[in-house]
């Protein structure tokens, strides 16, 4: 073969390759490392270069701009040289050193408690199946696709099998390569399975799924191995679209006026980190991962398809889809396999979404007889009351407080974070993840906090501090601050503290959570006292000190064993439908069973609410813990 | 809005426009008509500029080259203007008058008995739905997706009902702004429904389909009406392959040399040419055309969708598949409405395809006690026999002599083709299709004309001019010719006439076909007197004559009543299913029924086969009606 050479600034590295090689291939050579997510197959569109002398081929890729292509950029991985070339590296297109992923250490403790349900028969979602097929012989020569799904229909006992045309393409000279032993990926689309990917060989062991629980603060991911039944790691990081509001209305607000790419963009961003990070930390490759399910609210399941979220916001409150078909998760430019799909679960409305059913499932409300009532407390609170024969549903706008958001020393439930706050001989003390020195502050540690500086009489009822109780009170820029450590005796470079600020956004969440209870069990003619069981859901990390939220007024005082905190139910249910077909088709099923109730606009919720902006509330009777 | 100019070169037209104008639309202000097939959805690539100065923006089109960009090149459809612009529109670009459409008179006679199947209940593959939706309220908030598919879904009483994020992305603005009555296009994907497209109104009156027989030198369209379950038009044209090779294995040996692109873009070329042709002349929007049906030997339905055929032509001839997905046609580059499916029909093997399950959808072989024979008569010739209870199949290569192609003065069976030879008062006369002045010969005038020949002694039972015999014969280039008229007394300037070499390659197809159907039948131990009903289906027009085709020994000398004529069996079958669901499901069943016998390498074919180049045979006693 003819031989050529590249040179790569400003590397200034010269390598002679065979004309033909492709771009990718001869970085490589040069022993550069360059961005490339997808493996080479043009999807991930990171492997930008620019051809500065000399000719390449190779399709052209709708991943770069106008512009881009008149400037001789090129993507390494569709491009090949076919003489010598000068090519420079951009500088984003460098490899760079992964930003540090956040272990979800709270979330992992419980994992393996979630992952088993011994009622279910386990069958992923996503399923590889190897076989060994009778090789074509003249008296049965019937054609390999054919061939190869019905011995894969027979194998799952379904009655038909898809297969897109790219895969029969490719399909014949893979059996033969293979000695017709291969792997078929299979994953279902509604009622139809399809073949999605066929590899040679045996790689039934190699089939991994990333269940995602998309909040409009935090985002939770979780591998999982699906052929082990088995969560191997978890990670989650804060919803980058934060900067275009905290809350889901200021984000479709700014959808309307300035479309929805930019957010969805900074979603599937968020996702891809967390998937790589998840991948890399554990050995699977991104085309060992078959499918990504997706629980969270209507809002972050529209924003992630990129649907308008303009009629989820007006009256009546339209979702375009609240069961979204199963895509091509690169069609999102969701970077695993590139055959590999995205499932978002379905929701019950606007409001309501599949982050809610996912609880559902998980706690299996929908299977008792006794009255339930699964409150899942995140940006938006949202109520779910019923038993096996009635389920409604509501939700509340609390903003991100509970979670750790919108709190000046708050974070997420990990490392560092205090994560409970308690009287001991008099002082208040508190204990951190993972007992690291405090980096500031987490949802139950804020509900614990509010909860003790009420019981020291710390604050009034109205969540001002009393003037003058105490001397760790400071006031910075005109608000007055507490100061969780003596500043002298303390850490001296990282004071963790919560201002009035702060607690007023506790306070207004905690009423937005309650009143929504409150309001919606009056709908139903019933009242807390009715209630056999209160899950209690969110993401508290493992622990939620129930009496503290009883004392905030968060929820209302029944007898304890009637709570159960139950933790991250929307990335347990998802899970669920990743591992049991059974459980996939519940979710679907609960999706019809459940009624919505629209409280926001309504009358008595607002007074209700007027009534609840108080610690814990004005009617006190309600939480005898308190008084 | 702020105006901008753009001038059009060579025709130095200058429109002022608004900015952002789309230079689609600014080209049609100009009164310029450009290339357009897809309607401006980027998908023909045709509307190609050369913005030469100013600025645009749009998507790049992967319809373009690298180098094409790097000049300037655009989609008129995908680009709008941003400045002040100089754009050069490329001769190539510019509308053309189109190339005449060959009218399949012939074909065309018999449309409205092929339409109507009085047993079946009309129901098109793919189904048009207006439906008036409720209007979203409190109450009834369901989203948007939901909403439209759970009703059509009732409507068409299935359970469930695919939808792709394209649509469901548009869906919230399409229905508000038609007043929630839109028309939904449904079309089935082997067991699932989906909602392919959804219009504003009431568009369920434009239904268009276009049924494809693809031959390996023919290739037939007919386009329907599926809403009012009728037959408008239907054109044809010889298979641009034909250049590289005018049988199925040359072409075949050529994809694997070069590489199957080239087979597959002149197939999609030609198809694309008889579409548009077909709705430009009945006024038919492509966008109305919501799917195209293929049926066609299997060597064609793998160059259609650019699937390798290397394994059909070795040992043990196994086919990619027989049973290829439904597509959108877009995929393989053929130009309907963008969201259109291309349904290729189920065939049995590598060497019978979709032609013949049609075949035998059409002719109802596989309903009938009494036992059948149908000879398809193509560049191949496929012979299939059975019954209720059992269908055999198998195929013979017989090249395309009996199309006429591959015959010097051949042509298809339309205006001006003489489709009858016959003696009348001791001369040989002819008769041609719409009785114009003769252009060429089609299939059944030469098996016509070498009855006749063989019959008036002109030529000897080897195919061979009798020396002397005939003042007609004339020797060109050392071939000898008979002149159909007499040269003084003719046609002056297009003397048709059949050479010795044409006469051999009718000789070699004959008996090619016959001897595949006495091989078939020694197989099943049966022979031509156990048939009861012996159809005749191929590319003749509406005319063949039995007898003609006995003298010459294409047929055995059975009586006459247990003939039939069918035509075009693979277009009549696979309109069939593009009318009825029912007949859908019967060719997918059909296909798992029918048993194939590869006789091509059999010792006993080749013997029968020298043994059949004779005129019309060397067992004259087969043959009484010509001894």
New interface residues.
Partial sequence: MEKIKITFYPQDITVSVEKGTPLLEAVSRANITISNLCGGDGICGRCKLIVKEGDVT???S?K???EE??KGF?LACMTKAVGDLVVEIPEETLAKEKRKADRDTERFRSFEEIAYKKEYEPSPLIKKIYVELDK???AN??????RLSETICKKLNV??M????KI??T???IL?KNDFRVTATVGL????AEIMNVEGGNTEDRNFMVIIDIGTTTIVAHLVDANAIKTLDAMACFNSQGIHGREVTRRMISAEKKGNEELQKLLIQDINYLITSLADSNGVGLKDITAVICAGNTAMGHFL????T??IRR???????????P?RAA??GIEINPRGLLYSLPGI??WVGSDITAGILSTEIHEMDQLSLLLDIGTNGEVIVGNKDWIVACSASAGPALEGASIECGMRAEEGAIESVFIDKGEICYKTIGKTPPKGICGSGIIDLVSVLLEKKIINRSGSFIENTYDRIITEKGVKRYLLDDPVRGQKNNIIFISELDIENVVVAKAAIFSAMKILLKRLDLDFQSIDMFYIAGAFGNYLNIDSAIAIGLIPDLPREKYRFVGNTSIKGAKLTAFYDEAFNKIVQLRQAIT?Y?LMGAQDYVEEFQKAIFLPHTDIELFQASS
């Fill in positions: 190779g399709e052209i709708v770069l701009t106008r292509v008149k090129v074509p012989t003249i020569n019937t054609a390999d696709h054919e009655g038909s898809q297969m897109g045309l029969i393409k399909l014949p000279d033969r689309r509604r009622d139809v398809l990129g649907l308008p303009e009629n009256y009546p409150y339209v979702a375009a889809t609240v069961d979204p078909p895509l069609e999102v409305s606007g919505y629209d």
